[in-house]
């Protein structure tokens, strides 16, 4: 980091809210729609094993711990202290599939960046340029 230090986390942990910054933030509403949805239910299926192992890290220090292990062996517990956590939103379709690029919907009236992956800020200006476009569109 700028300031010298080192960030190692997980990546890839499902949130159970759309905006939950916290581990603990949970809406069961929202949590409820994801898991009946069928593209998460067969990505979750493909995937559960890679899934499970992410939540372990991310719930348990110990679980942290013992993977950071494997590249810093010298690391400890006490080495340690919790960081921020972002959301890192992807899409995925009824199919199952990761939708690694942007999706932009739009109908009259309405448009809605629904996937911004990362390079999200790197294309910030791009995406700009396109929803302006379609603005533009729905204006003639």
Avoid at 34 to 52: N, Q, T
């Amino acid at each position: 980091m700028i300031q010298g230090g080192i960030e190692a986390g997980p990546n890839a942990v499902l949130a159970f809210k759309r905006e939950g910054y916290s581990r603990w933030d949970i809406h069961l509403r929202e949590l409820a729609e994801i898991l009946v949805f069928p593209g998460f239910r067969k990505i979750a299926r493909k995937y559960w094993r890679d899934g499970w192992a992410e939540m372990q890290r991310s719930y348990s220090k110990q679980h942290f711990v013992k993977a950071l292990q494997r590249l810093i062996p010298e690391i400890r517990s006490e080495d340690l202290t919790p960081g921020r956590s972002g959301v890192r939103a992807m899409a995925c379709d009824a199919a199952g599939n990761l939708l690694d690029d942007f999706l932009i919907l739009s109908k009259p009236g309405v448009i809605n960046v629904c996937n911004a992956p990362s390079p999200a800020a790197t294309a910030s200006l791009a995406v700009g340029e396109t929803v302006a476009a379609r603005v533009l569109e729905q204006c003639n």
